[in-house]
């Protein structure tokens, strides 16, 4: 009988505690559901910047692929007013050679090599002129220091030919 009662108050001791854990998960419930509410908010604003990021990156990167498409003729002429430059410094910035090759003419764009993976630069470069005369000039620039290093001017010329 002793065991009987014993069973008995344990019972009712466990509908006594199960009742306190159903208030505390009732509680918790609700606390999580709120958070899951905040969250949710959250990633749907995340996702509106998302698609306004995207929709600028395709609105910029479409008219910049427009400007860079080039026809055979547009990409011969613009390699005939452009030298290859060698041995150039890594931190060596388009500002720069812009510098060192003003004397020869008028630069119109300076476009240094970058390795893919790292985002560092690969030691060479290319400087387009806005004149033949300019690119003509600037070959006489080889041997010539830049940032303490003996760079190597000469004419650029195009993989698919060679």
Same mark, same amino acid.
């Given at each position: 009988?002793?065991d +009987? +009662?014993?069973? *008995? ?5 466990l ?7 159903e ?15 905040e969250? +949710?908010?959250?990633?749907k604003?995340? *996702? ?7 929709g ?5 990167? /479409?008219?910049?692929?427009?400007l860079s498409?080039?026809?055979?003729e547009? *990409?011969? +002429?613009?390699d ?5 430059? /060698? ?8 500002e ?6 003003? /004397? =020869? ?8 090599? =970058?390795?893919?993976?790292t985002g560092h630069?690969?030691g ?6 806005a004149?033949k005369?300019g690119?003509?000039?600037a070959?006489?620039m080889?041997?010539s220091?830049?940032k303490?290093?003996?760079i190597?001017? =000469? ?7 060679n």
């Amino acid at each position: 009988m002793a065991d +009987e +009662e014993q069973l *008995k108050l344990d019972d009712e001791e466990l509908i006594s505690n199960s009742g306190l854990s159903e208030t505390i998960d009732e509680h918790d419930l609700s606390s999580i559901e709120a958070q899951m509410a905040e969250l +949710e908010e959250e990633q749907k604003k995340l *996702k509106q910047i998302q698609s306004d990021l995207q929709g600028t990156m395709n609105m910029s990167s /479409g008219s910049q692929s427009n400007l860079s498409v080039q026809s055979a003729e547009e *990409k011969a +002429e613009s390699d005939s007013k452009s030298v290859y430059v /060698g041995n150039v410094d890594y931190a060596t910035t388009a500002e720069d050679l812009e510098r060192h090759f003003h /004397g =020869c003419g008028s630069v119109h764009r300076v476009t240094i090599l =970058c390795d893919k993976f790292t985002g560092h630069p690969k030691g060479f470069a290319y400087v387009e002129f806005a004149e033949k005369e300019g690119m003509q000039n600037a070959l006489a620039m080889t041997d010539s220091l830049l940032k303490g290093r003996q760079i190597k001017v =000469c004419f650029k010329t195009n993989k698919a030919q060679n």
